[in-house]
């Protein structure tokens, strides 16, 4: 009996033992390495027009096996570089995240202030007005620190912002020296990785011998866009003080990026554990030098080209180094187009100039006119007016009364479509403005925001800015691959803000601390 006993229990113990390898190589692991890749003004019709040049790896492979959400958008207006890749690593607008814009005015100086300016560190660029936490200080926050967190892109800001607060370090190329640069924002030493790539690889080195043509010969012929004249091949050198800035706005910078990301992943072992690490990279997909489309048409072409091969390249090595169930990539778009310049009255189509520092100086009169001599209005900047609040206060004038009065004066303008007023934007109920509230923070936007009607032009006499109102909507996709996503077309729409929490919830971690939307699955 006794030894029945002991075989019974043994058969128990095995059993169990079983059971717990089944249950143990069904469990799901979170990703080793998460790569959130932001590309600079990717559209989706101009994906598909290019889709006959791609190779299988790239776009199409990720189309083709990935989580793809077809209808994606940013739930607020007036998007640019610096508040999409903030929105998409906090998953919050403006309204919390507070980044509204590359730059915006100072309320104190009345100066432009940049997006990453430290204001108690000048020189040492930061993620210091970023308000709310990203993605990866959740990440480094639920992991003790043991996370590694970088993040690459050609610009600062696309670096800083989405790096976040605790990275391990962010890189960008240099406007003048052209070599890739850090900040001791997150750390005092550039890493090898970086130091080797300006060695042998940095813009300085091959600028002056360097020559952007087309990587095949059919996108320097063909055409995607209306045909005006003949279409030459182009061929590109980078010369003069602009030069590095160019280069940065060409197809060869996404290839600088993805040498850093793979540099980056072996140097700093990114992905070799199980805790997970995040590697945020920016690409550019806009028009060369920021010209009008009309003038780098074929530019525009081969960028595209280029871009395919550069993400087929980082998949290839990435899941061959770490195991294509341990790597999730996330990639989006930023979810604008650089401001076109149109010819309308020529056409005979509505436009016209609204001048907005005219516009302001006779507020100003007006204000006067009201309550006597004054500078009721402190300047003027983009889009909008900053009222002069000691002036109010003194004359005990309430914000309330003077914003709706500009609010009435300024919607009989020539060219003015809509006036908002901050108080109004803070009120944040009415569905009608909600998506320009979102786009709106107290602490850097003016007072009075002016919508310029579609096609009229908005003009600052003082600093020669000339913008082209538009109300055109830029598709572009959210695309989920890797770590064993099911392969899937959602045509549903969505938007950004679902990014981070999806990438919390692949991690097992929590969104960020001003996010409260829902993944995306």
């Known amino acids: 009996m006794r030894n029945r006993y002991i075989y019974i229990t043994l ?4 059993g169990l033992n079983a059971e717990e390898a089944d249950a143990q190589d069904s469990i799901k692991y979170a990703p080793r390495l998460v790569v959130n890749i932001t590309i600079d003004q990717l559209r989706t019709d101009y994906l598909e027009a290019f889709a006959p040049v791609f190779g299988n790896d790239g776009f199409k492979r990720l189309f083709r096996e990935g989580l793809v959400f077809e209808n994606a958008s940013y739930p607020f207006t007036k998007t640019d570089r610096a508040s999409a890749i903030s929105s998409v690593v906090t998953g919050v607008s403006p309204y919390y995240h507070s ?3 590359e730059k915006w005015l100072d ?22 007005q970023l308000m709310v936490s990203t993605i990866g200080d959740e990440l480094k926050v639920a992991t003790g620190g043991m996370a590694k967190i ?3 892109a050609p610009t600062v800001d696309a670096a800083v912002l989405s790096a976040g607060h605790a990275a391990d370090g962010a890189f960008w190329l240099d406007d003048w020296r052209g070599f890739w640069n850090g900040t001791k924002y997150y750390s005092n030493n550039i890493p090898s990785f970086i130091q080797g790539f300006n060695e042998l690889n940095a813009a300085s080195k091959k600028i002056d011998n360097l020559e952007w043509q087309p990587a095949l010969e059919v996108t320097g012929t063909f055409n995607y866009y209306q045909h005006i004249g003949n279409q ?3 061929k590109h050198t980078f010369k003069g003080e602009r030069k590095f800035i160019e280069y940065k706005t060409s ?3 996404n290839s600088d990026i993805t040498d850093i990301a793979q540099q980056c992943v072996t140097s700093e072992t990114l992905g070799y554990d199980r805790v997970t690490d995040l590697l945020c990279l920016t690409y550019y997909a806009g028009n060369f030098n920021h010209l009008a ?3 780098c048409q074929m530019e525009l072409q081969d960028t595209y080209l280029r871009l395919d091969r550069e993400l087929a390249r980082l998949i290839k090595t990435l899941e061959d180094k770490l195991g294509a169930q341990h790597v999730l ?11 076109e310049s149109a010819d309308y009255g020529k056409y005979r189509v509505p436009t016209g100039t609204f001048y907005i520092n005219r516009t302001a100086n006779l507020l100003n009169m007006y204000f006067g006119a009201v309550w006597g001599q004054g500078r009721y209005v402190e300047t003027c900047y983009g889009n909008e007016i900053y009222l002069n609040h000691k002036l109010l206060e003194s004359k005990r004038i309430s914000l309330t009364d003077a914003t709706q009065r500009a609010q009435e004066f300024i919607s009989q303008v020539s060219g003015v479509a809509n006036v908002y007023t901050f108080i109004q934007l803070l009120g944040g109920n009415n569905q009608q403005i909600y998506k320009i509230r979102n786009g709106f923070n107290p602490e850097h936007n003016g007072d009075i925001l002016i919508e310029v009607s579609p096609g009229w032009q908005l003009q600052n006499e003082t600093n020669q800015e000339k913008i082209l109102s538009r109300a055109s909507f830029t598709q572009f996709p959210i695309i989920i691959y890797g770590a064993g996503t099911k392969a899937e077309r959602v045509t549903t729409p969505v938007t950004t803000d679902r990014i981070a929490p999806t990438i919390a919830k692949s991690i097992r971690i929590r969104a960020p601390n001003a996010c409260s939307s829902e993944p995306l699955f």
Do not use: N
């Open 11 to 14: 058969l128990a113990v095995l």
């Open 99 to 101: 980044i509204v814009g």
């Open 107 to 128: 309320k104190e100086t009345l100066r432009p202030v940049s997006c990453t300016e430290d204001l108690k560190a000048p020189g040492m660029p930061s993620a210091c």
């Open 150 to 152: 970088f993040a690459i």
């Open 232 to 234: 030459k091949p182009f």
């Open 251 to 253: 197809a060869l910078i």
């Open 293 to 295: 489309m009309t003038d």
């Open 329 to 339: 990539f996330v990639l989006t778009s930023t979810g604008y187009s650089d401001t």
